[in-house]
Protein backbone atom coordinates (compact mmCIF):
# COMPACT_ATOMS: atom_id res chain seq x y z
CA UNK A 1 0.00 0.00 0.00
CA UNK A 2 2.92 2.55 0.96
CA UNK A 3 4.90 1.47 -2.33
CA UNK A 4 1.60 2.30 -4.47
CA UNK A 5 0.94 5.55 -1.99
CA UNK A 6 4.46 6.57 -2.93
CA UNK A 7 4.11 5.52 -7.17
CA UNK A 8 0.97 7.89 -7.07
CA UNK A 9 2.88 10.85 -5.60
CA UNK A 10 6.14 10.83 -7.82
CA UNK A 11 3.57 10.49 -11.16
CA UNK A 12 1.27 13.43 -9.73
CA UNK A 13 4.73 15.03 -9.51
CA UNK A 14 6.28 14.63 -12.16
CA UNK A 15 2.80 15.22 -14.23
CA UNK A 16 2.64 18.76 -13.00
CA UNK A 17 5.99 19.42 -13.54
CA UNK A 18 5.29 18.41 -17.33
CA UNK A 19 2.24 20.69 -17.18
CA UNK A 20 4.71 23.99 -16.76
CA UNK A 21 7.00 23.08 -19.69
CA UNK A 22 5.33 23.74 -23.06
CA UNK A 23 4.97 21.20 -25.67
CA UNK A 24 8.47 22.62 -27.52
CA UNK A 25 10.56 22.15 -24.46
CA UNK A 26 9.02 18.50 -23.68
CA UNK A 27 9.85 17.50 -27.35
CA UNK A 28 13.56 18.91 -27.15
CA UNK A 29 13.84 16.98 -24.17
CA UNK A 30 13.02 13.29 -26.37
CA UNK A 31 14.64 14.87 -29.26
CA UNK A 32 17.74 15.27 -26.77
CA UNK A 33 17.20 11.90 -25.56
CA UNK A 34 16.57 10.47 -28.98
CA UNK A 35 19.83 11.91 -30.46
CA UNK A 36 22.16 9.85 -27.20
CA UNK A 37 20.40 6.76 -29.77
CA UNK A 38 22.08 8.07 -33.10
CA UNK A 39 25.07 9.38 -32.09
CA UNK A 40 28.32 7.30 -31.58
CA UNK A 41 30.88 8.81 -29.53
CA UNK A 42 35.12 7.42 -29.82
CA UNK A 43 35.45 4.66 -27.01
CA UNK A 44 38.14 6.76 -25.44
CA UNK A 45 35.52 9.83 -24.51
CA UNK A 46 32.50 8.01 -23.17
CA UNK A 47 31.86 5.97 -19.99
CA UNK A 48 31.43 2.35 -21.03
CA UNK A 49 28.31 2.19 -18.40
CA UNK A 50 27.22 5.81 -18.58
CA UNK A 51 26.32 8.91 -21.09
CA UNK A 52 26.32 12.65 -19.27
CA UNK A 53 24.01 14.98 -20.29
CA UNK A 54 24.43 18.36 -18.87
CA UNK A 55 21.88 20.78 -18.84
CA UNK A 56 21.36 24.86 -18.67
CA UNK A 57 18.23 25.52 -18.90
CA UNK A 58 15.37 25.54 -16.11
CA UNK A 59 14.97 23.22 -12.93
CA UNK A 60 11.30 22.46 -14.58
CA UNK A 61 13.59 21.44 -17.79
CA UNK A 62 15.77 19.46 -16.16
CA UNK A 63 13.44 17.72 -13.75
CA UNK A 64 11.37 16.41 -16.95
CA UNK A 65 14.37 15.36 -18.62
CA UNK A 66 15.17 13.47 -16.08
CA UNK A 67 12.31 11.40 -15.13
CA UNK A 68 11.83 11.23 -19.19
CA UNK A 69 15.69 8.98 -19.03
CA UNK A 70 15.63 7.25 -16.13
CA UNK A 71 15.40 3.58 -16.19
CA UNK A 72 16.29 3.79 -19.95
CA UNK A 73 19.45 2.67 -21.47
CA UNK A 74 20.87 3.52 -24.86
CA UNK A 75 23.68 2.10 -27.13
CA UNK A 76 25.13 -0.81 -25.92
CA UNK A 77 23.66 -0.18 -22.31
CA UNK A 78 24.43 2.98 -21.07
CA UNK A 79 22.70 5.12 -18.58
CA UNK A 80 21.72 8.36 -18.85
CA UNK A 81 22.32 10.98 -15.99
CA UNK A 82 20.92 14.29 -16.21
CA UNK A 83 23.70 16.95 -14.91
CA UNK A 84 23.20 19.97 -13.43
CA UNK A 85 26.95 21.63 -13.72
CA UNK A 86 27.96 24.49 -12.15
CA UNK A 87 31.15 25.51 -13.41
CA UNK A 88 33.04 22.52 -15.28
CA UNK A 89 31.74 20.22 -18.10
CA UNK A 90 34.54 17.90 -18.44
CA UNK A 91 32.20 15.31 -17.17
CA UNK A 92 29.77 15.97 -20.10
CA UNK A 93 29.21 14.21 -23.20
CA UNK A 94 26.58 16.12 -24.19
CA UNK A 95 25.54 19.84 -23.41
CA UNK A 96 22.10 21.34 -23.68
CA UNK A 97 22.39 25.00 -23.87
CA UNK A 98 19.01 26.82 -23.05
CA UNK A 99 20.45 29.66 -21.36
CA UNK A 100 24.78 30.51 -21.26
CA UNK A 101 25.99 28.76 -18.72
CA UNK A 102 29.07 30.15 -16.59
CA UNK A 103 31.34 27.10 -17.60
CA UNK A 104 34.37 26.40 -20.06
CA UNK A 105 33.37 23.50 -22.32
CA UNK A 106 34.97 20.26 -23.17
CA UNK A 107 35.85 20.09 -26.39
CA UNK A 108 34.51 16.43 -26.60
CA UNK A 109 31.34 17.71 -25.76
CA UNK A 110 28.44 17.82 -27.90
CA UNK A 111 26.83 21.37 -27.68
CA UNK A 112 23.57 21.31 -28.31
CA UNK A 113 21.74 25.08 -28.63
CA UNK A 114 18.02 25.60 -27.53
CA UNK A 115 18.32 27.90 -30.70
CA UNK A 116 20.32 29.50 -33.68
CA UNK A 117 22.02 31.50 -31.66
CA UNK A 118 23.89 29.26 -29.99
CA UNK A 119 26.01 28.77 -32.72
CA UNK A 120 28.43 31.24 -32.29
CA UNK A 121 28.89 29.94 -28.95
CA UNK A 122 30.17 26.51 -31.20
CA UNK A 123 26.86 24.29 -30.95
CA UNK A 124 27.02 21.23 -33.32
CA UNK A 125 23.31 20.86 -33.36
CA UNK A 126 20.61 23.65 -32.62
CA UNK A 127 16.70 23.56 -32.84
CA UNK A 128 14.40 25.87 -34.60
CA UNK A 129 10.91 26.34 -35.67
CA UNK A 130 9.82 25.77 -39.27
CA UNK A 131 6.05 25.71 -39.71
CA UNK A 132 5.20 25.84 -36.27
CA UNK A 133 6.98 22.85 -36.02
CA UNK A 134 10.65 22.02 -33.87
CA UNK A 135 12.95 20.95 -36.03
CA UNK A 136 16.80 20.90 -35.38
CA UNK A 137 19.68 21.74 -37.40
CA UNK A 138 23.36 20.09 -37.62
CA UNK A 139 26.33 20.91 -38.56
CA UNK A 140 27.87 18.23 -39.93
CA UNK A 141 31.36 20.11 -40.30
CA UNK A 142 31.53 20.24 -36.31
CA UNK A 143 30.15 16.75 -36.17
CA UNK A 144 33.18 15.55 -38.02
CA UNK A 145 35.87 18.05 -36.51
CA UNK A 146 34.70 15.87 -32.50
CA UNK A 147 34.86 12.59 -34.19
CA UNK A 148 31.74 12.11 -33.60
CA UNK A 149 29.30 9.67 -35.94
CA UNK A 150 25.80 10.48 -36.58
CA UNK A 151 23.06 7.78 -38.18
CA UNK A 152 21.92 8.90 -41.30
CA UNK A 153 18.73 7.89 -40.43
CA UNK A 154 18.77 10.72 -37.90
CA UNK A 155 19.89 13.27 -40.28
CA UNK A 156 17.10 12.77 -42.68
CA UNK A 157 15.13 14.36 -40.07
CA UNK A 158 17.28 17.49 -39.56
CA UNK A 159 18.59 20.12 -41.93
CA UNK A 160 22.21 19.70 -42.92
CA UNK A 161 24.42 22.35 -42.80
CA UNK A 162 28.50 23.47 -43.01
CA UNK A 163 30.36 25.41 -40.50
CA UNK A 164 29.18 28.40 -42.94
CA UNK A 165 25.92 27.64 -42.24
CA UNK A 166 25.50 26.50 -46.27
CA UNK A 167 22.71 24.11 -46.55
CA UNK A 168 23.89 20.63 -47.92
Known sequence: MR??????????????LADELSKSDKLKAAYLFNFTKYID????RVDSRVLNICSYASTEFNTF????VQGRTVKEGRTILVLQPQSDTTDCNLVFLKQLPPATFS?????????????QAGASIHFFQENRRLRFEVDLQRI????????????KL????????DVK
Open 3 to 16: MLLLLLCLMSSSVL
Open 41 to 44: WPAT
Open 65 to 68: LKAL
Open 107 to 119: SDALLIGDNASYK
Open 144 to 155: EQQDLKISSELL
Open 158 to 165: ARVVNLMG
